[in-house]
């Protein structure tokens, strides 16, 4: 299984971006695909999971509003457009994929890719 993240890059805070997570050897739409970050100096965070089907979702508290997680099955990839972007959202970001049922722990999932660094400047 691979997954692959891309999108991102440096803008101002107030910005918006999207984040592609393309996966390629599984059976996609049977997963769930989660997004996380790092920043600089901290621990790995959950930002986002979404189901299969896409019809469930979850977000950290500190995105809630602002980042929404959506799905394309037939192209096999996973979004997080990211909007109101502020300097705190500065981090690698990652995709991952795991079992059928969204979690918000690093646990649940197997299959990580490679981040895609996210810097918003003040």
């Known amino acids: 299984v691979q997954l692959q993240a891309c999108g991102g890059g440096l803008v101002q805070a107030g910005d918006s971006l999207r984040l592609s997570c393309a996966a390629s050897?599984?059976?996609?739409?049977?997963?769930?695909v989660g997004w996380f970050r790092q920043a600089p100096g901290k621990e790995r965070e959950f930002v986002a999971t979404?189901?299969?089907?896409?019809?469930?979702?979850l977000y950290a508290d500190s995105v809630k509003g602002r980042f929404t997680i959506s799905r394309d099955n037939a192209k096999n990839t996973v979004y997080l457009q990211m909007n109101s972007l502020k300097p705190e959202d500065t981090a690698v970001y990652f995709c991952?994929?795991?079992?059928?049922?969204?979690?918000?722990?690093?646990?649940?999932?197997?299959?990580w890719g490679q981040g895609t660094l996210v810097t918003v400047s003040s």
């Open positions: 991952a994929s795991g079992g059928p049922i969204i979690y918000r722990t690093e646990a649940a999932y197997t299959y």
């Open positions: 050897g599984r059976t996609f739409s049977s997963y769930a």
């Open positions: 979404i189901s299969g089907s896409g019809g469930s979702t």
